[in-house]
Nanobody, 126 residues
């Protein structure tokens, strides 16, 4: 049984940084990708970033490019999201998701993922 467990969320002041982790167990991923999504209260879930397992190709939504960095440790089956220069409007539940197979998209569509973590709350105070 595949499990994704996020950690690293919390309260941070505007302009601050956090590092989120997502550890996968129950399956070793060698293809496909791991993605991060976020959902703010009253809003739809939105794509944040993704990284392919095989080549480490990264994808970002425009609003986080230059401030967020996604990385992976294949040996640990873990993906990280370094978040810098945080903004209050980025307060949300951040969730990781895993897709087990390759496809030619940008991994930005939530329906294309096979497994989901429970999410970790990130709160940015102004």
């Amino acid at each position: 049984q595949v499990q994704l467990v996020e950690s690293g969320g919390g309260l941070v002041q505007a302009g601050g940084s956090l590092r989120l982790s997502c550890a996968a167990s129950g399956r070793t991923f060698t293809s496909g990708a791991m993605g991060w999504f976020r959902q703010a209260p009253g809003k739809e879930r939105e794509f944040v970033a993704a990284i392919s397992w095989s080549r480490g190709t990264t994808y970002y939504t425009d609003s986080v490019t230059g401030r967020f960095t996604i990385s992976r440790d294949n040996a640990k089956n873990t993906v990280y999201l370094q978040i810098n220069s945080m903004k209050p409007e980025e307060t949300a539940v951040y969730s990781c998701a895993a897709r087990a197979t390759y496809y030619s998209g940008t991994y930005s569509i939530s329906d294309d993922y096979d497994y989901w973590g429970q999410g970790t709350q990130v709160t940015v105070s102004s």
